[in-house]
């Protein structure tokens, strides 16, 4: 069985595989109980009330609910956006904007440096057409965790959309003290679930507002809610496997403690990854205060010898499977910290990282 040390999709436990193996109409009263559910718990974890919130399930990837978000929400006319960025995941909500004509402008710090709160509230403050704030929270190109407790700052109200797609779950969110509209995070993240539907926790009083501004069909959140409100099902073909997979990973979820157990282990996963690595002569990308649990960014070795393929490979061959850097400005690699991984899955990495190094005759410092 191959683990992955990725971050999403990820390792998943052999029962919520196993929710799979059911088949279910769409139609069925006892899947109409589980989207229900779903939607219900997902609320509780966002710490919102059913009365100010609602959880908009909608098929597809986390970057179908970004852009679904954005179609919803944004007026073409009067809205603009500050999009603030510290990585490609920032940098791809800019690239939704552009492909779906809404207007932004955009903040932009290196891969390796948090945003900067200062920056964000200036950047709003000094400009009154500014409507609305998209950011990212877990930027996973590094594995930086931006600060995201500010806008009960700004002197005038602007509609927030973070993306907690890497975060949730993994990470106390209470969406509505920290004026969150719309938090957008999917199923096969920190919940542990498979591939195959996205959510979106969305301000109702907001929500409500946005009939008519989405240029999409099938990215109508404002449609898919009211949908679900009167007839309990999806408007389109639902993943029905997965969201049964994901009703057994929120079980697991809350046996394993919740938020504070499921973050407990990753972090514990990932202090220990990165004092391995760092022990091997391995640079952190990140600085440590900035690194979040969910994944972690490494330099290459100066050898001029490395080579990456031949790393991955290797690693491949023993069933563990690592990750790809996404900078634009320095050579790493990726090694996720979450999905169902256990500290004997990152003893087995670090021991043939080290046979690699041995074996190659590699220099790491």
């Known amino acids: ?69 954005f179609h919803t929400v944004l007026k073409r006319e009067t809205d603009k956006v500050l999009v603030v960025s510290n990585g490609a995941y920032g940098e791809r909500q800019a690239k939704i904007l552009t492909a779906i004509n809404k207007k932004f402008v955009k903040l932009t710090y290196d891969e390796n440096q948090k945003c900067l709160v200062e920056d964000i509230i200036k950047a709003i403050e000094e400009d009154p057409t500014i409507t609305h704030l998209s950011m990212v929270h877990s930027e996973t190109t590094s594995g930086i965790i931006n600060d995201i407790d500010f806008v009960h700052r700004l002197s005038r109200r602007v509609v927030f959309i973070l993306d ?146 031949q790393f991955y490979d290797y690693l491949a061959a023993k069933n563990l499977i690592i990750y790809p850097g996404k900078m634009t400005k320095a050579e790493t690699f990726r090694v996720g910290s979450i999905g169902a991984l256990t500290m004997e899955n990152m003893h087995q990495l670090i021991e043939a990282i080290k046979a690699f190094i041995a074996e190659t005759n590699l220099q790491v410092q």
Do not use: W
């Open 1 to 69: 069985m191959q683990i992955l040390f990725t971050p999403g999709p990820l390792l998943t436990t052999k029962t919520v595989k196993e929710a799979a193996l059911v088949d279910m109409g769409s139609r069925d009263p006892k899947f109409v109980q589980i989207i229900q559910n779903i939607r219900s718990t997902l609320l509780k974890l966002s710490n919102v009330e059913e009365k100010d919130y609602t959880a908009v399930l909608l098929q597809g990837s986390g970057t179908y609910a970004i852009e679904a978000t």
């Open 164 to 309: 907690a797609v890497s975060s949730f779950g993994a990470y106390e969110i209470p969406v509505s003290k920290l004026n969150i509209d719309f938090l957008i995070s999917t199923s096969n993240k920190n919940i542990q679930g498979l591939p195959g539907f996205a959510f979106v926790i969305a301000n109702k009083s907001i929500l409500t507002q946005c009939k008519g501004n989405a240029a999409s069909l099938v990215l109508d959140l404002y449609d898919q809610e009211e949908y679900m409100l009167k007839t309990q099902q999806f408007r389109f073909t639902p993943p029905t496997h997965v969201l049964r997979c994901f009703e057994c990973a929120l079980k697991e979820f809350e046996e394993e403690g919740s938020i504070k157990g499921r973050q407990k282990r990753y972090t514990e996963l990932q202090q220990y990854l990165s004092q391995q690595m760092q022990s091997l002569g391995f640079k952190l990308f990140v600085d440590p205060k900035d690194q979040g649990c969910i994944i972690t960014t490494f330099l290459f070795p100066k050898d001029p010898n490395f080579n990456f393929n």
